[in-house]
């Protein structure tokens, strides 16, 4: 009965803490969303440091956006489809391993949590300081999500920065989610559910037309310093939440009858 009584007792401290977990996660979604609109920049500068990248990309001659697009919108199906991947791919590949990692290892939860957090505050002055227009304001781009899109995403909504497209956080939040995740794994198929979204969407951002490559390595490089000053100042807090009850002494040790 001892045994019982404790596990009751402990079932709503955990789920005060998952929910106070998930205020304070969309408490900084919230702000992060309404802070990005906060520091829009003015169109004709977005559109000029859009050339600027564009510009660096043809010095490197890595300037493949528009030619990639071009070649992919040749099937409307495959429009549907990287469509389908930007729009709502992205929003899987950061929610699973945020609840994933809540359910079984508090200490990289933290971790990615953290970077996420810290990321979003580093990419709120890029966007500040250099408001980039993505691709498809240029000309020779398509929105392909006004072509072929759903409504929804067509439309975008009124809380949106349009010229906020490095660093692209898109490829950069489930490419360090994906690390996390795959970190000090040897089995190969944690590697590829990791990182073969990141890849897919990698390419959605450049066939929709919303991002640069530039834009894309911005992402992941930002994303990853993110993750090194996330990893500095995260405690360990290995033996929280779901392990911690496989190492609960009222588990370990149950009373013996009397």
């Given at each position: ?141 398509v929105d392909t999500l006004a072509v072929e899109g759903d409504r929804l995403l067509a439309e975008r909504g009124a809380f949106v920065n349009e010229y906020a497209a ?93």
């Open positions: 009965m001892a045994y019982t009584s404790t596990v009751d007792e402990e079932r709503p401290q955990r789920l005060s803490r998952g929910w106070s977990e998930v205020v304070l996660v969309a408490g900084v979604y919230v702000t992060y969303t309404v802070m990005r609109v906060v520091v829009e920049g003015p169109r004709e500068r977005a559109i000029e440091n859009a050339h600027t990248v564009l510009g660096w990309e043809r010095t490197l001659g890595v300037d493949w956006e528009r030619s990639a697009q071009g070649w992919m919108l040749e099937w409307p199906a495959a429009i549907r489809f990287w469509n389908f991947v930007y729009g709502w791919v992205y929003w899987a590949v950061i929610a699973i391993p945020l609840l994933l990692l809540w359910r079984t290892d508090r200490t990289r939860y933290y971790l990615l949590r953290n970077t996420l957090t810290i990321a979003a505050g580093v990419g709120l002055v890029i966007f500040a300081l250099f408001p980039t227009s993505p691709p498809r304001f240029l000309d020779g781009y490095v660093p692209s956080f898109h490829v950069g939040w489930p490419a360090v989610a994906g690390l996390i995740i795959a970190w000090r794994s040897t089995r190969i198929s944690v590697w590829l559910a990791a990182f073969v979204p990141t890849t897919l969407l990698a390419l959605a951002v450049v066939f929709t037309g919303n991002h640069f490559l530039f834009d894309i390595f911005a992402g992941i490089g930002v994303s990853l310093a993110a993750l090194l000053a996330a990893y500095i100042v995260t405690p360990s807090t290995a033996g929280e939440g779901h392990d911690e009850r496989a190492t609960s002494p009222a588990r370990t040790s149950p009373p013996s009858s009397p």
